[in-house]
């Protein structure tokens, strides 16, 4: 008797679940199939790499942050061809554009991640993140370069074959080096582009030592700070009352916080 009373239990229990389960609702996964299921879990590049190279149009939110040699950036700072990196939000409800069709009508997978909050090149992320690339070797004659990527002194995932050009801009120090200042367990950044189905990418640009890295981080937040202080601080305006002459702002993110120190700088001539 005890024994069927704990079977019955478990089958009571066992329905329960399966239909919980059934009420809850379903999606779409990076082993699924059914691609009408709205996303759950975040997808990596591995599924497919026939779709790798389909471009994405994106628009770029308003308060969204842009950041180009690690610092704050407009997208007039960065080259065409850069690599990007990117966070986006599916488009909106109301967004009835089609998405964009190429080599033989195909679509990429993501053409419904249109809106996007954030831009940053393969330097500002790595940097971000603390992370390097350790030349592994340098085959000038075959234009290959070997590294492994590193974060914390350890190793992640397995040594790239990168592309370097004859063009490729080295910078050591606080000048220019050339190709043959590549050297093997250098920690080093850098830039790429045609990054894709072809291979991990062409080096464009790489930086050997922390003054370089330093130098062009400066340089890109200086100019930042002049692109700026031309054109004011973004912000969204919450609020706005006629009566008592007050604005309500909520300042974005992305741009140097030093910036706000001009702020209480009172103007005493009244503008406009």
């Given at each position: 008797?005890?024994?069927?009373?704990?079977?019955?239990?478990?089958?009571?229990?066992?329905?329960?679940?399966?239909?919980?389960?059934?009420?809850?609702?379903?999606?779409?996964?990076?082993?699924?199939?059914?691609?009408?299921?709205?996303?759950?879990?975040?997808?990596?590049?591995?599924?497919?790499?026939?779709?790798?190279?389909?471009?994405?149009?994106l628009d770029m939110l308003p308060y969204g942050s842009i950041y180009y040699h690690g610092a704050p950036a407009a997208l007039c700072d960065?080259?065409?061809?850069?690599?990007?990196?990117?966070?986006?939000?599916?488009?909106?409800?109301?967004?009835?554009?089609?998405?964009?069709?190429?080599?033989?009508?195909?679509?990429?997978?993501?053409?419904?991640?249109?809106?996007?909050?954030?831009?940053?090149?393969?330097?500002?992320?790595?940097?971000?993140?603390?992370?390097?690339?350790?030349?592994?070797?340098?085959?000038?004659?075959?234009?290959?370069?070997?590294?492994?990527?590193?974060?914390?002194?350890?190793?992640?995932?397995?040594?790239k074959s990168f592309d370097l050009f004859g063009r490729t801009r080295v910078y050591q120090e606080r000048g220019l080096g050339t190709l043959?200042?590549?050297?093997?367990?250098?920690?080093?950044?850098?830039?790429?582009?045609?990054?894709?189905?072809?291979g991990p990418g062409r080096i464009t640009e790489i930086y050997l030592d922390d003054v370089s890295r330093k130098l062009v981080t400066n340089?890109?937040?200086?100019?930042?700070?002049?692109?700026?202080?031309?054109?004011?601080?973004?912000?969204?305006?919450?609020?706005?009352?006629?009566?008592?002459?007050?604005?309500?702002?909520?300042?974005?993110?992305?741009?140097?916080?030093?910036?706000?120190?001009?702020?209480?700088?009172?103007?005493?001539?009244?503008?406009?």
């Amino acid at each position: 008797m005890r024994n069927l009373l704990t079977l019955l239990i478990t089958v009571a229990v066992s329905s329960s679940l399966m239909t919980a389960m059934a009420a809850e609702p379903q999606y779409r996964t990076d082993d699924g199939t059914d691609k009408k299921l709205p996303w759950f879990k975040l997808v990596s590049d591995s599924q497919d790499r026939g779709v790798w190279d389909l471009p994405l149009p994106l628009d770029m939110l308003p308060y969204g942050s842009i950041y180009y040699h690690g610092a704050p950036a407009a997208l007039c700072d960065i080259p065409l061809g850069t690599h990007l990196h990117t966070w986006c939000f599916l488009k909106g409800e109301a967004d009835g554009r089609p998405p964009l069709a190429v080599y033989h009508d195909r679509i990429s997978p993501e053409s419904t991640f249109r809106r996007c909050i954030r831009v940053e090149d393969d330097f500002s992320y790595r940097m971000r993140q603390k992370q390097f690339w350790k030349i592994d070797s340098v085959n000038l004659e075959k234009k290959k370069l070997l590294a492994t990527l590193m974060q914390d002194g350890k190793p992640i995932g397995e040594s790239k074959s990168f592309d370097l050009f004859g063009r490729t801009r080295v910078y050591q120090e606080r000048g220019l080096g050339t190709l043959e200042s590549l050297a093997k367990d250098q920690l080093v950044q850098f830039n790429l582009t045609w990054v894709g189905q072809y291979g991990p990418g062409r080096i464009t640009e790489i930086y050997l030592d922390d003054v370089s890295r330093k130098l062009v981080t400066n340089y890109q937040m200086d100019s930042h700070r002049q692109h700026i202080k031309e054109r004011g601080l973004p912000a969204w305006v919450d609020a706005v009352d006629d009566k008592k002459q007050l604005v309500t702002f909520t300042f974005f993110d992305g741009v140097d916080p030093t910036l706000f120190n001009d702020l209480t700088k009172i103007n005493p001539e009244p503008l406009g």
